[in-house]
Structure formats: C-alpha cells, structure tokens
C-alpha cells in the first residue's frame, strides 16, 4: 500500500509552501554542526539531532528516539495545544501591558496637571497670605503714625500757645523795665519770674516723660527674604510604585499541565510490557533508576539496594 504522504501532487506541495509563514520557510531540516539531515530526537537535551550529534553531544544518554515517532502526531498532541494557549496568553498579556501603559501615561496626565495645578493654588494661597500679612502691617503703620500725628500736634499747639505767652511776657519786660518804676518793676519781676518757673516746670515736665526725645518710625522686617531665597523648594515631587505588579497570565494558564516539559512525554503512548513483584519494604518512598543492561536498580530512603535483572 502506497504511502499517503508520497501522494501529495506538486500543486498541493506548492500551495502549502505558498500558505507557510516566511519564518518557517526559512527553517533547515540538516544539523548546523554537521549538514546532515536530522533522523533523531533527544529528549534530555530537547533537540532534534543527526547521526554525528550522537557521538559529539548525547552517546552519553539514552533518551534518543525517531525523529518521526515525535513528530509524526505533533499536530493532534497536548504540546501543540499547549504552544497555542501560550501563544493566545502572550498577546492578551502584550494587549494588557499595552493598555495598561496607555491608561498609566493617561493618568499620569491627569496627575500632573493636578500636581500643577495645586502647586499654583498654593502659591496663590501663600500670596493672599502675604497680601494679607502686608495689608495689616500698613494699617498699623498709619495707625501709629495717626495717634504720634495727634499727640505731637497736640504738643506743639501747646508749645505755640506758651510760646505767645512767653513772647508777650518779654516784650511786657522790656516796657517795663524802661518805663515803670523801682517798685512797679519788682514786683514785675516776680511776676515774670513766676511765668517763668512754670513753664520751665513744663518743659522739664516734658522731658521727665520722654516727650522731647525724638520719635522715629521704623519697620523690622523678618528676615523673611533671606528665608525664601534660601528655600530651593515648598513642596517636594515624589514618584512611587503601586504595591503590587500588573496582573497577567502565566504560561500554560487554562492548560492541564504535565509534570514535564518534554514534548516527546506529551506524545509517546506508555505500554505496560511487565510486571515486577516488589519486595515489602517498610519505607515510604522509593526510587528506581534504569541501567544501560535494562536492568532496574531500586533504592529507598534507608538506602537498602536491590537490583531486578531483565
């Protein structure tokens, strides 16, 4: 009976070529090392493999079968469907990311202009503040200047009264001693005196109460300049990380999963060939390993040996 696969006509060979994805034209059925095609597949290694490989890289392990037996149902096995989930996995998980970084740079975005935004509110808040801080010291300033304004004005109409007074007393001094006589002049000097004594009394009156000390009007400010020019910064920008990673799948997720990764383990078909009649031994775990000679050894935890021969 013909080989079905020795049936396909040139036109269907040159239509699935032309169906092939460019990278798998691209693939080589010979070895790299040794241009030989590849008739083996080793398992430990997870390789395909020519005859010269054997003896270079795997003489060593006895895991080699037909390259045919692994791929001839790769198509129908676990591993393909495996791949394809992973696949399918990889690209939601790269369309997440994606999204995920669209939606990051969005927010950030709108965080930044937030952060703007509040930096301008409070400066405006920090100029009312200033505004307001400037305002008060000017109406204490014309407030203080009101109330010297009134006592010193107070004082010196005062002054000025005395002033005439005294002025009229001195030119009253002056007829007097030219025109009065011995005894209208004494006692006109005593009344002078008198005037005399009590505005001296007045003045040192002033002076006792510091009214003669000149007022000067000065602002202290706070060396609030200094403080702000020093300042490098009011408010300090920080970037952090959310606590946990984006959620994405991992690979084989929704995929029963084998305990081995070997695609030859998905397809190969186990056989029970013989049984064996294991000794009763107490312990709880066993292990086996099989020789070259397809003899098995077993050991267990108490390291007790036996060996069962084929």
Same mark, same amino acid.
């Given at each position: 009976?013909?080989?079905?696969?020795?049936?396909?006509?040139? &036109?269907?060979?040159?239509?699935?070529?032309?169906?092939?994805?460019?990278?798998?034209?691209?693939?080589?059925?010979?070895?790299?090392?040794?241009?030989?095609?590849?008739?083996?597949?080793? &398992?430990?290694?997870?390789?395909?493999?020519?005859?010269?490989?054997?003896?270079?890289?795997?003489?060593?392990?006895?895991?080699?079968?037909?390259?045919?037996?692994?791929? &001839?149902?790769?198509?129908?096995?676990?591993?393909?469907?495996?791949?394809?989930?992973?696949?399918?996995?990889?690209?939601?998980?790269?369309?997440?990311?994606?999204?995920?970084?669209?939606?990051?740079?969005?927010?950030?975005?709108?965080?930044?202009?937030?952060?703007?935004?509040?930096? !301008?509110?409070?400066?405006?808040?920090?100029?009312? !503040?200033?505004?307001?801080?400037?305002?008060?010291?000017?109406?204490?300033?014309?407030?203080?200047?009101?109330?010297?304004?009134?006592?010193?004005?107070?004082?010196?109409?005062?002054?000025?009264?005395?002033?005439?007074?005294?002025?009229?007393?001195?030119?009253?001094?002056?007829?007097?001693?030219?025109?009065?006589?011995?005894?209208?002049?004494?006692? &006109?000097?005593?009344?002078?005196?008198?005037?005399?004594?009590?505005?001296?009394?007045?003045?040192?009156?002033?002076?006792?109460?510091?009214?003669?000390?000149?007022?000067?009007?000065?602002?202290?400010?706070?060396?609030?300049?200094?403080?702000?020019?020093?300042?490098?910064?009011?408010?300090?920008?920080?970037?952090?990380?959310?606590?946990?990673?984006?959620?994405?799948?991992?690979?084989?997720?929704?995929?029963?999963?084998?305990?081995?990764?070997?695609?030859?383990?998905?397809?190969?078909?186990?056989?029970?060939?013989?049984?064996?009649?294991?000794?009763?031994?107490?312990?709880? !775990?066993?292990?086996? *390993?099989?020789?070259?000679?397809?003899?098995?050894?077993?050991?267990? *935890?108490?390291?007790?040996?036996?060996?069962?021969?084929?």
């Amino acid at each position: 009976m013909a080989n079905p696969r020795c049936q396909t006509s040139p &036109g269907h060979v040159y239509t699935r070529l032309q169906n092939l994805p460019e990278s798998m034209l691209n693939n080589k059925n010979n070895c790299d090392d040794h241009d030989l095609k590849y008739e083996l597949f080793c &398992g430990f290694h997870d390789c395909a493999c020519c005859m010269k490989c054997i003896k270079d890289k795997h003489d060593n392990y006895k895991v080699l079968v037909s390259l045919g037996e692994v791929v &001839g149902n790769i198509k129908s096995s676990a591993f393909v469907s495996k791949v394809e989930t992973d696949l399918v996995n990889l690209t939601e998980n790269l369309k997440t990311i994606k999204l995920f970084f669209s939606e990051n740079l969005s927010a950030l975005e709108k965080q930044k202009l937030e952060a703007m935004s509040r930096v !301008h509110t409070m400066r405006q808040s920090i100029n009312n !503040h200033l505004d307001k801080l400037e305002e008060s010291l000017l109406d204490d300033i014309r407030s203080e200047f009101t109330n010297l304004q009134e006592t010193i004005g107070n004082l010196k109409s005062e002054i000025d009264s005395k002033t005439d007074q005294v002025e009229e007393k001195q030119k009253d001094f002056s007829k007097m001693v030219e025109f009065s006589t011995d005894l209208q002049t004494y006692f &006109g000097l005593h009344e002078v005196e008198k005037v005399i004594n009590q505005e001296e009394q007045f003045i040192n009156k002033l002076k006792s109460a510091d009214k003669l000390r000149e007022k000067k009007m000065k602002v202290d400010c706070f060396d609030l300049e200094s403080t702000v020019r020093c300042t490098k910064e009011f408010a300090k920008l920080s970037i952090y990380l959310s606590p946990e990673n984006l959620q994405l799948k991992t690979k084989g997720e929704s995929q029963l999963q084998s305990h081995f990764k070997n695609p030859v383990l998905s397809i190969v078909k186990p056989v029970m060939k013989q049984r064996f009649k294991m000794p009763k031994i107490p312990s709880a !775990h066993i292990w086996c *390993q099989i020789l070259p000679n397809s003899d098995i050894v077993f050991v267990d *935890q108490e390291k007790t040996l036996f060996t069962i021969q084929q």
